[in-house]
């Protein structure tokens, strides 16, 4: 499968603990997004790399949320100090340019 | 920043019949307009979408329809199928300008046999 792969599918945490998600974009595909999706919502947007460059981050990214590409391939989103407010799926899209965006299934986290 | 409004929020209809959702969008710069269909637990999957040098496109039983004055888009869905059962969300961005995709809030079509 050469999608866009996001790691783990679920994860469970406590209220407090720090939580780190992996997204695999499609091969050669330069812009990879993050956005996270609640019960009954459109996916709204976090952030926005160009290759390893982070060049958009929305109002809803907290100062506990951070997100990196090191080498413009893979990306990690780390949410520390989770709060219940974060349960939520956490979506991953990629696209080339001007191209579609192509989301992965996504990481549900449950914040006990 | 972009807006995107989507109605209505959820549709029932009878096997056969056609669907149409529409969505309204605020920012005059955007120029893409996609549309995506999530059935439960599953991820958002592109379905048809259209830019803004194009009033409409079709693709078998989809067509989308733009009217950039008015700054609205519409999706049509012809000859219903019970496998067309999902939520369906309207997007616009900025792509020339890296700009995320602005969702809508979603519809939930229902297609009865």
């Known amino acids: 499968d050469t999608g866009v792969s996001q790691d783990p599918r679920h994860k469970i945490t406590k209220r407090g603990q720090n939580v780190t998600f992996r997204c695999d974009p499609i091969s050669e595909h330069n812009r990879l997004y993050w956005y996270r999706q609640t019960l009954g919502q459109g996916p709204e947007f976090l952030t926005y790399?160009?290759?390893?460059?982070?060049?958009?981050k929305s109002r809803l990214l907290s100062d506990r949320f951070s997100a990196e590409r090191p080498k413009g391939s893979f990306s990690t989103l780390e949410i520390q100090r989770t709060e219940q407010g974060d349960s939520a799926m956490y979506l991953c899209?990629?696209?080339?340019?001007?191209?579609?965006?192509?989301f992965g299934d996504g990481t549900r986290l449950s914040i006990l | 920043g972009e807006n995107v409004e989507q109605h209505p929020s959820t549709l029932s209809v009878q096997e056969g019949d056609s669907a149409v959702i529409k969505c309204t969008y605020s920012d005059s710069a955007s120029n893409y307009f996609p549309w995506y269909k999530q059935e439960l637990g599953k991820r958002p999957q592109l379905i048809i979408d259209?830019?803004?040098?194009?009033g409409e496109k079709k693709d078998q039983r989809i067509a989308v329809t733009l009217n950039k004055t008015a700054k609205h888009f519409s999706l049509h869905i012809t000859e219903t199928q019970p496998e067309d059962s999902a939520v369906y969300f309207c997007?616009?961005?900025?792509?020339?300008?890296?700009?995320?995709?602005?969702f809508g809030k979603g519809t939930t079509l229902s297609v009865s046999s």
């Open positions: 997007a616009a961005s900025t792509p020339t300008k890296g700009t995320a995709l602005i």
């Open positions: 899209a990629s696209s080339f340019g001007g191209q579609p965006q192509h």
């Open positions: 790399f160009q290759n390893e460059a982070q060049l958009e």
């Open positions: 259209i830019r803004s040098n194009v």
